[in-house]
């Protein structure tokens, strides 16, 4: 077989690096045209985004995951939810590593926006990662709670991932609910608890009795006292939701 011309090695060359310049150039100045790009490739499930046989990709693929993480808008948890339904094992444990370690946010709610995106458009593939990628989804669920605030937005997205996942991952949100339900959030468990009554109710009886209990017993200490609204939200838990 006939080598290549030197030239045309050459022009190649040239035009790899010159790809990766553009890319790197796109990477650093435009968030909203890198995020549309990687919604559209996963759309196609173009292999470049979905899986990760090459090294040269993969690094890429990270710089371009770190930038949209970054970012942190509503379209950012929407892209990368959209990756991880789609990706190959090492492709998800790359996604979700950038949303959990480079999100320097501590008050945001990406992570949480992108497990109720994935449980709302593709809950199937939510319990995929949670058996392939199972210390990342934990990573994941730690972050999403730790770092979503106690306010009504936060509780409805834990319901909405809550409502469509496996007894599994409930019970592993719940626990972590807990875990996180002190100080400025001590009405955490009572929010999530009312949130999933409303929007899901037959999701308590998935919950282990153990776990249902301390976050039943924590939403009516944060409930107690004179107003009559806690009284009513108290009722509600003892109607609908029973430990046994």
């Known amino acids: 077989m006939p080598m290549e011309p030197r030239s045309s090695q050459r022009s190649i060359g040239l035009a790899g690096a010159s790809s990766k310049k553009l890319t790197d150039k796109i990477i650093e100045n435009n968030d909203t045209l890198i995020s549309q790009v990687v919604s559209d490739l996963s759309d196609k499930d173009n292999k470049f985004i979905t899986e990760s046989n090459?090294?040269?990709?993969?690094?890429?693929?990270?710089?371009?995951?770190?930038?949209?993480?970054?970012?942190?808008?509503?379209?950012?948890?929407?892209?990368?939810?959209?990756?991880?339904?789609?990706?190959?094992?090492?492709?998800?444990?790359?996604?979700?590593?950038?949303?959990?370690?480079?999100?320097?946010?501590?008050?945001?709610?990406?992570?949480?926006?992108?497990?109720?995106?994935?449980?709302e458009k593709n809950p199937e593939a939510l319990e995929i990662v949670n058996q392939n990628n199972k210390e990342q989804m934990e990573k994941l669920i730690v972050d999403?709670?730790?770092?979503?605030?106690?306010?009504?937005?936060?509780?409805?997205?834990?319901?909405?991932?809550?409502?469509?996942?496996?007894?599994?991952?409930?019970?592993?949100?719940?626990?972590?609910?807990i875990n996180n339900n002190?100080?400025?959030?001590?009405?955490?468990?009572?929010?999530?608890?009312?949130?999933?009554?409303?929007?899901?109710?037959?999701?308590i009886q998935t919950i282990d009795n153990t776990v249902k209990e301390k976050v039943i017993e924590q939403a009516v200490i944060s409930a107690s006292g004179n107003n009559k609204e806690n009284e009513v939200f108290v009722n509600v838990f003892s109607a609908n939701v029973s430990p046994n």
């Open 54 to 119: 090459s090294e040269a990709a993969n690094q890429i693929k990270e710089k371009v995951f770190e930038k949209i993480v970054q970012s942190g808008s509503d379209k950012s948890a929407e892209v990368l939810s959209k990756v991880i339904a789609k990706s190959d094992p090492k492709t998800v444990e790359s996604v979700i590593t950038n949303i959990t370690t480079k999100n320097t946010d501590t008050n945001s709610a990406l992570s949480l926006k992108v497990m109720a995106d994935l449980a």
């Open 144 to 177: 999403a709670v730790q770092k979503g605030s106690s306010d009504e937005g936060s509780a409805n997205l834990i319901a909405k991932v809550v409502s469509s996942a496996s007894a599994e991952v409930t019970n592993k949100m719940i626990s972590e609910v």
């Open 182 to 203: 002190s100080g400025a959030n001590s009405d955490l468990s009572a929010k999530v608890l009312k949130a999933i009554v409303e929007t899901a109710p037959e999701k």
